[in-house]
């Protein structure tokens, strides 16, 4: 994958001699960086204001974009779980990516959707423990 000044993603095969997928508009300025994520299926792009999540294989983006909370731009990593963002100021913003780990940190937290809570928000399925279902 590259990226460029006019905020645009391109997805190439290993090479970089054939383009995978049309030029994705990432940003409104230009693409600073683009991390991948270790255990793959995504990466994310870097601009001057946010940080957009991509599916690798889909080419397409996942979820909102996050926006950047300063002036300078920050430094972005991966752990095995959550994407870093490491502020100039030293503030350190973690984002759990990976689905086993945030629905087992919303489990820890919140604890699993009762009967009653099943029924108003997925009325059409019989129940099931959410924290079970995922190790929780």
Same mark, same amino acid.
């Given at each position: 994958m590259t990226g460029d000044v006019s905020g645009r993603v391109t997805f190439w095969n290993a090479g !970089? &001699?054939?383009r995978l997928a049309p030029p994705r508009i990432a940003h409104a300025s230009s693409v600073t960086a683009l991390v991948p994520y270790p255990p793959g299926g995504m990466f994310a792009s870097v601009s001057a204001d946010e940080i957009s999540l991509w599916e690798w294989h889909g080419? &397409? &983006? !996942?979820g909102s974009d996050i926006e950047l909370t300063s002036d300078l731009v920050p430094i972005?990593?991966?752990n095995r779980t959550s994407l870093l963002i490491s502020y100039p100021d030293g503030r350190l913003v973690e984002i759990t990516v990976d689905p086993d780990a945030a629905a087992g940190a919303i489990c820890a &937290?919140?604890?699993a959707l009762s009967p009653a809570q099943w029924r108003i928000h997925i009325p059409e399925l019989p129940y099931m423990d959410t924290c079970a279902v995922r190790g929780g």
């Amino acid at each position: 994958m590259t990226g460029d000044v006019s905020g645009r993603v391109t997805f190439w095969n290993a090479g !970089l &001699r054939e383009r995978l997928a049309p030029p994705r508009i990432a940003h409104a300025s230009s693409v600073t960086a683009l991390v991948p994520y270790p255990p793959g299926g995504m990466f994310a792009s870097v601009s001057a204001d946010e940080i957009s999540l991509w599916e690798w294989h889909g080419y &397409r &983006r !996942l979820g909102s974009d996050i926006e950047l909370t300063s002036d300078l731009v920050p430094i972005v990593a991966f752990n095995r779980t959550s994407l870093l963002i490491s502020y100039p100021d030293g503030r350190l913003v973690e984002i759990t990516v990976d689905p086993d780990a945030a629905a087992g940190a919303i489990c820890a &937290r919140n604890g699993a959707l009762s009967p009653a809570q099943w029924r108003i928000h997925i009325p059409e399925l019989p129940y099931m423990d959410t924290c079970a279902v995922r190790g929780g």
